[in-house]
Structure formats: structure tokens, C-alpha cells
């Protein structure tokens, strides 16, 4: 399983655009890339997954350059409610939901008026 | 999407008791379901891999007769917490694969005094 990198913290303002930033040198091929969202005392959630290029969803983009290194989660125009802890994953994603989910310490991003 | 019920949400026990937490895959079928666990300010630990029909499996470090699994049916996980001690205060987290993608409950706070 490959390990992932990413900032402990983030701070942002209401309506800025957030881009958390994960590494993942050891990324395999057949590997694709989850980010999931956790709120105080609840499980985390799906935000979005991709294997490469970029990923559009209703509340989230996903950049991945050419090597797959690293990946780039990006929130546009953040609320108060966006603050939350974000996990970058990096595992098959063909039976995905069958394999273990290692977390990494994921980042704490907050959000201020 | 679906969804991944627990019960309780919350419990309170005794040192020296013992406590089963339900996990449950209200409108798919799960033939793997995940345990977690969660200190406060910490990332999400996998304990162990539940298998219906089969033992489960534990990760390093997490002793499986304290920690006891049972996948008994496509829809139902349990761990029971045996003889808990303060020190197993945590908050424990279930989830259920399905495909590519696995879906998370909203997690127990148990409370040993």
C-alpha cells in the first residue's frame, strides 16, 4: 500500500478556493486516488477518486499530473461547513471497496469568516 | 449511495463489562466490512477485516480475543469489546465495501469508566 504525505494544517477564508496537496511517490499502477472528508464524531465520506488528469464532481476537483506522484484536492469557493479533516488514500480501485483503506494523518483544513 | 448503519451511537459502560457494536449495511449486501477505531485529534486505525462465513482478520497489534468479530450475515458485522478497560475509550468506526467504493457508518463513542 502506497504511503501518503500531506500537510497537517490549512487555513482559508469563505469563498477562497482550497487546494490540498498529497504525495504519493510509491503510487503503483493499478493504484487510483480517494479522497474522503471527516467531520467531528462521524465516519469519514467520499469526495472524490480518480486515476489520472483531472477529476470534476458537484463539489470537488481532482488534479493528478502525468507521473501520479501527488494529487492536488480541489475545493472552490470554501464555507465554514468545509472545515473538516481530508484523507488522501491510494489503492486499487477495481475491487477498491473490497481492499483495506489505510489512512495517513490527513489534513485539518479550517476555515475562518 | 449506500448507507452503513451502527448501533449504538454511544455507550457508557463499566470498566470489566463487555460491549457489542452493531454494524450494518442497510440497502446492499457486504461481504467485507471494516473496523476502525479513532483517538481524539487522530487518524482512523483499521483494526481488522470482517469476512461473512469466515474468521476475520486483525491487523498488527490489535488482540482478537479482546476484540472479537462477527460477520454473520451479508448485512451484519459485530465487535464486541470484552472485559474494556478505560484505555479502550475510543471511537469506533465500521464500513462496507461495495465494488470500488466503501461506505462509511457514523461511528460509536465508547466510554470505559
Known amino acids: 500500500l502506497a504511503k501518503t504525505t500531506q500537510p497537517i494544517s490549512m487555513d482559508s477564508y469563505e469563498g477562497q478556493e482550497v487546494n490540498i496537496t498529497c504525495s504519493h511517490n510509491?503510487?503503483?499502477?493499478?493504484?487510483?486516488i480517494t479522497w474522503y472528508q471527516q467531520f467531528p464524531s462521524q465516519g469519514p465520506r467520499f469526495i472524490i477518486q480518480g486515476y489520472k488528469t483531472k477529476v470534476t464532481n458537484e463539489v470537488a476537483s481532482l488534479f493528478i499530473p502525468a507521473d501520479r506522484k501527488s494529487s492536488t484536492l480541489s475545493l472552490p469557493r470554501v464555507s465554514l461547513s468545509d472545515t473538516a479533516v481530508y484523507y488522501c488514500?491510494?489503492?486499487?480501485?477495481?475491487?477498491?471497496?473490497?481492499?483495506?483503506?489505510?489512512f495517513g494523518a490527513g489534513t485539518r483544513l479550517a476555515v475562518h469568516p | 449511495g449506500a448507507v452503513v448503519s451502527q448501533h449504538p451511537s454511544r455507550v457508557i459502560c463499566k470498566s470489566g463489562t463487555s460491549v457489542k457494536i452493531e454494524c450494518r449495511s442497510l440497502d446492499f449486501q457486504a461481504t467485507t466490512m471494516f473496523w476502525y477505531r479513532q483517538f481524539p485529534k487522530k487518524s482512523l486505525m483499521l483494526m481488522a477485516t470482517s469476512n461473512e462465513g469466515s474468521k476475520a482478520t486483525y491487523e498488527q497489534g490489535v488482540e482478537k480475543d479482546k476484540f472479537l468479530i462477527n460477520h454473520a450475515s451479508l448485512t451484519l458485522s459485530t465487535l464486541t469489546v470484552t472485559s474494556a478497560h478505560p484505555e479502550d475509550s475510543s471511537f469506533y468506526i465500521c464500513?462496507?465495501?461495495?465494488?470500488?467504493?466503501?461506505?462509511f457508518g457514523p461511528g460509536t463513542r465508547l466510554t470505559v469508566l
Open positions: 510509491n503510487i503503483a499502477t493499478n493504484d487510483y
Open positions: 464500513s462496507a465495501g461495495l465494488v470500488n467504493e466503501q461506505f
Open positions: 488514500l491510494v489503492g486499487a480501485a477495481i475491487s477498491g471497496g473490497y481492499n483495506k483503506l489505510i
